[in-house]
Nanobody, 120 residues
Framework: QVQLVESGGGLVQAGGSLRLSCAAS????????MAWFRQAPGKEREFVSA????????YYADSVKGRFTISRDNTRNTVYLQMNSLKPEDTAVYYC?????????????WGQGTQVTVSS
């Protein structure tokens, strides 16, 4: 199983930006579809964004479309989530995961999460 480590979270004011990173171990990163999810206190984990193995396919939740951008660098075994125009409702723990399909199928590995807090 690939191991995933998220970073880049923090405290930011509404309207600000953050870039999350998810670093993967192992030589087969390019064979994984990758996804970002988030979980706010008292809420279920929800889909944020996903990207195909070579970065050619991307998907976004309606709530983040136009504000967030997912990308990946297979030479660095890393997937990114650029978050702009952040809103207080974006506050959550953000997780990256591998998945069999880009937006469907079983999950493989999950990271430990990184906290994003957006103040109003």
């Amino acid at each position: 199983q690939v191991q995933l480590v998220e970073s880049g979270g923090g405290l930011v004011q509404a309207g600000g930006s953050l870039r999350l990173s998810c670093a993967a171990s192992g030589p087969t990163f390019s064979s994984y579809n990758m996804a970002w999810f988030r979980q706010a206190p008292g809420k279920e984990r929800e889909f944020v964004s996903a990207i195909g193995r070579n970065g050619g396919i991307t998907y976004y939740a309606d709530s983040v479309k136009g504000r967030f951008t997912i990308s990946r660098d297979n030479t660095r075994n890393t997937v990114y989530l650029q978050m702009n125009s952040l809103k207080p409702e974006d506050t959550a723990v953000y997780y990256c995961a591998t998945r069999q399909g880009v937006t469907a199928g079983p999950f493989g590995s999950w990271g430990q999460g990184t906290q994003v807090t957006v103040s109003s």
